[in-house]
């Protein structure tokens, strides 16, 4: 089974490519949204900034360091650009000077180790989103007077909608950006078909005919027909055949012509009738209706026009299908565009018309917009690409604006680039996008389920208002990719889903799941991985269908399945086998025993109930398992396993150190010294939800270890297992209507025993400002308490580690000045007693909340500038329940 974080991890590594030397990283990620972006050149084409490569140093602060200081775990981005100066003189424009310059574009933000980011001390997971794919779709429509009504649009990945679509009338409109309709000739005569004879000629066939009285207004010429006497044209190549040209052909005795038909395989007349309904006459004409209908108000000139079509479809920085667009078009059309063009084409619109008219007679097949080959995963490294082409193209416009005012002395990229434009973007995504989310960290599948999450939500994706029953609903095609059980209740469900355990997303965003391939009956170890569109093809058997030691099947009929249908077929029928029964569900579906004999309504609640189950004091493995609780408990990252095989050498509640076996030196830390491993455990942190998580060691000095041998538990976890609960007895019957309904009746030995208590932390912070009355100050001395309240602060004002707390207990004394007011009677007379200090502060300082009770942990003290007068101060309270 892969790595059930690899989704995240490698997603990231590939967005950002630091183990590829920079003139050797592929355009892909971070490395293709700057070489879209740049060159930037000013209006008179005399600077030129250029993009040479971009590096990632090393972060300012280590994780834990972030953690406790609320601080973003980042590092510095600096891009080296060039900047090329040209002479003013002279048509070829030589050049004057190049300037080449590193120059930093801001902190970006880092993956963890566990594909996590942390984001002002909390930790965040960007969530993958699954949206519809950018390319060709073809969908059918049935009007109220029973006529099917066919349509395609495209979708690009950037830029404008257009759509195709056909009336009860037989004439096929366009519309650009869901904007008013015309017909499709228009668009056809913009982009150089000028006449309606050559528009004709694209859709029909030349066949030779005889003159006849049947040709009249049904027919067209194939080409022009001269008079051999006169010299005379009786007949225009593409003119329709009129009862007047009819005589002219007959009185000149031509007895056969070439005319336009209609191939037979295509249905006559749409273009017919849409050539009759198209007002406009020639190219330039056209041009002026879809300017008018996208600006309207008179155009410039023509050129203006043409410049803004070409703009719109042909522009490859306005208009961008993506490489995934491309491959769907080419592959839905059939049509052989290269896939490094991600514009449109002339031929992707001859073909998506040639395709609606087949559609017309019966030919080809529309789109189920919900099948897996039409719809995409975005992971975290396409997201972000997507937001520093944001970023980057602001930064271009401001780019340009400073090169236009620029004076003549010299100028560096230094003195172009504004960081802050893209800064900005890369903390508003992760700070505040949909998708962009505070990681679940109630135990560890928790964890692992929120990283490996399907949202259909977000920017650019559905809302959950609009979304119908058939985007909610599961679909065939989600076999082995999506898990058809684990999602939310509420108004999210469908709409919110995980990956299934074998599933993997290909470099086009597709979901692909493993198959064992079967060649003439006999089940091979060779393992494909298909895509929906591709798995649509073949027919496949379960995993648990029985075979023998030679692979070859022991039934003469096995189940199968092909498309939406479960066949039973003869051995040799069969394409390829499942390669386990896990790979239909997710992590925690799989952690079911028996789920195949559970209703699948309480197999959802089970597969979310597991994720609220919180560390337990003395966790306990399950007796009865599915195998997947080490591998889960391994890959959330809540277990220490071995790096390197060896012997341990120490080990304390802090830290086992492992000397390496002389032959193994690979997978090395920071941490790690010549022949030694390191491996720091986490004590007592506290986890995004208040959890406890602390690692306690498993192994003993002198203990000889393997590659990925647990070294230490984690939370949740019993000698490297999953252990989210407690195997106890428990009886099903009524007792004396005490476990009515949800109720239950539990032993005193539970209670006593703590078997089911749990530690949780929390955090309580206070902050010390300066204010107009005067600076506020952290204190014994409180106004108006008794000593018994602060007799567990410190000399500072600070509650000790290990004192025991309750309600209402002062945790951080602190005490802000009054303003000035008019004083009572008695105020005075306690001046007048006690001087003026006594009056002039009031009590402000951090009290343990109502039912809290609780033991301390941990405090700490930070300042925002060195030896500053008014530090921020932060404490951890620890509650034990």
Request: proline share 5%; charged share 30%; aromatic share 6%.
């Amino acid at each position: 089974m892969p790595n059930l974080l690899s989704v995240q991890l490698d997603s990231f590594e590939d967005f950002l490519q630091l183990s590829v030397l920079p003139h050797q990283r592929q355009r892909r990620g971070l490395h293709l949204v700057f070489q879209s972006i740049f060159p930037v050149t000013d209006v008179h084409g005399i600077y030129s900034l250029e993009y040479v490569s971009y590096s990632i140093g090393n972060p300012r602060y280590s994780e834990e360091e972030c953690r406790e200081r609320d601080m973003t775990f980042a590092a510095p981005l600096r891009a080296t650009l060039r900047l090329v100066t040209r002479d003013k003189e002279g048509e070829d424009l030589p050049v004057k000077d190049v300037v080449e310059q590193a120059v930093f574009l801001g902190e970006l933000p880092l993956m963890t180790s566990e594909g996590t980011f942390i984001i002002n001390g909390a930790e965040r997971t960007v969530v993958s989103q699954l949206h519809r794919s950018p390319g060709v779709f073809f969908d059918e429509t049935l009007h109220p007077n029973g006529k099917r009504l066919f349509s395609a649009r495209i979708l690009p990945y950037k830029g404008m909608w257009l759509e195709f679509s056909m009336d009860i009338n037989d004439i096929m409109y366009v519309h650009i950006d869901r904007k008013r309709k015309l017909p499709v000739t228009s668009l056809l005569k913009a982009l150089g078909f000028s006449k309606n004879g050559e528009i004709l000629s694209l859709f029909r066939e030349e066949v030779e005919e005889a003159v006849d009285e049947e040709l009249i207004d049904r027919y067209n010429g194939g080409e022009d027909i001269v008079d051999k006497d006169s010299g005379e044209i009786l007949l225009d190549a593409y003119e329709q055949i009129s009862g007047e040209n009819l005589k002219k052909l007959q009185a000149a005795n031509i007895e056969k012509l070439k005319i336009m038909a209609s191939p037979p395989d295509k249905d006559p007349g749409v273009i017919e009738n849409t050539l009759a309904k198209d007002p406009s006459k020639d190219e330039e004409d056209a041009l002026t209706r879809i300017y008018n209908l996208l600006r309207p108000g008179d155009p410039p000139n023509i050129a203006t026009v043409r410049e803004l079509l070409d703009r719109l479809f042909f522009n490859a920085k306005r208009y961008n299908l993506g490489d995934v667009g491309r491959y769907r078009i080419n592959r839905r059309l059939d049509v052989g565009i290269p896939f490094e063009s991600t514009v449109l084409h002339l031929e992707d619109f001859m073909a998506i018309i040639h395709y609606l008219l087949g559609l017309r007679v019966g030919q080809g097949n529309t789109d189920d917009i919900d099948h897996l080959g039409n719809r995409r995963v975005r992971l975290v490294g396409e997201l972000l690409a997507q937001q520093f082409s944001i970023g980057l193209t602001r930064m271009a416009r401001t780019i340009r604006e400073r090169m236009n005012l620029r004076d003549e002395n010299q100028i560096t990229p230094h003195d172009l680039v504004n960081a802050r434009t893209v800064s900005t973007v890369i903390q508003a995504f992760f700070g505040s996008s949909q998708l962009s989310q505070f990681i679940q960290q109630t135990n560890p599948l928790d964890e692992l389920t929120h990283k490996r999450r399907l949202s259909a939500l977000g920017p650019g994706g559905l809302s959950r208002d609009r979304a119908g029953f058939e985007v909610r609903d599961v679909h065939y095609t989600h076999y082995g990719r999506i898990c058809p059980i684990e999602t939310p209740e509420g108004p999210n469900i469908g709409l919110i889903s995980s990956l299934s355990t074998y599933a993997r997303v290909n470099s086009f965003g597709f979901l692909e799941t493993p198959y064992r391939k079967v060649i003439n009956g006999k089940v091979t170890n060779e393992i494909e991985f298909l895509t929906a569109a591709e798995e649509d093809k073949y027919i496949i058997a379960q995993a648990n269908a029985p075979i023998d030691d030679a692979g070859k099947f022991l039934n003469p009929l096995v189940k199968a399945r092909k498309r939406d249908d479960y066949p039973m077929v003869t051995p040799n029928e069969v394409d390829y086998m499942d390669v386990s029964p896990n790979q239909l569900v997710c992590g925690a579906a799989a952690l079911i025993p028996f789920l195949e004999h559970d209703d699948a309504n309480r197999a959802l609640i089970g597969s979310n109930m597991q994720r609220q189950a919180v560390p337990l004091l003395f966790t306990e493995a399950p007796y009865v398992g599915t195998g997947m609780e080490n591998k889960v408990a391994r890959d959330s990252g809540a277990i220490v396993a071995a790096r390197n095989p060896g012997v341990v050498v120490s080990v304390d509640a802090e830290r086992i150190i492992v000397r390496r076996d002389k032959k193994h030196s690979t997978r090395l830390t920071p941490l790690d010294t010549a022949d030694a491993d390191e491996y720091k455990l986490t004590k007592f942190a506290r986890s995004n939800q208040d959890c406890c998580i602390n690692q306690r060691p498993l192994v003993q000095v002198g203990d000889k270890v393997k590659t990925g041998q647990p070294l230490a538990d984690g939370a949740a976890t019993d000698r490297g297992d999953l252990a989210l609960g407690v195997n106890v007895l428990v009886a099903f019957m009524p007792w004396n209507g005490y476990n009515f309904e949800d109720a239950i009746v539990v032993s005193e030995r539970l209670l006593k025993k703590d078997i089911f208590t749990s530690v949780h932390i929390e955090e309580f912070e206070l902050q010390v400002r300066d204010t107009k009355r005067g600076q506020e100050e952290i204190t014994r001395e409180i106004p108006n308490v008794s000593e018994g309240a602060v007799r567990n602060l410190d000399d500072e004002g600070i509650i000790r580690i290990g004192a025991e707390v309750g309600p209402g207990d002062i945790l951080v004394g602190k005490v802000t000045p009054k303003g000035e007011s008019e004083l009572s009677p008695e105020e005075r007379l306690l001046r007048a007693i006690f001087g003026e200090k006594a009056g002039d502060v009031r009590d402000a300082s951090l009290k343990a909340p109502p039912g809290m009770e609780g033991v301390v942990i941990d405090r700490k003290v930070f300042s925002r500038r060195e030896r500053s007068s008014s530090p921020r101060r932060r404490e951890s309270i620890a509650a034990c329940e």
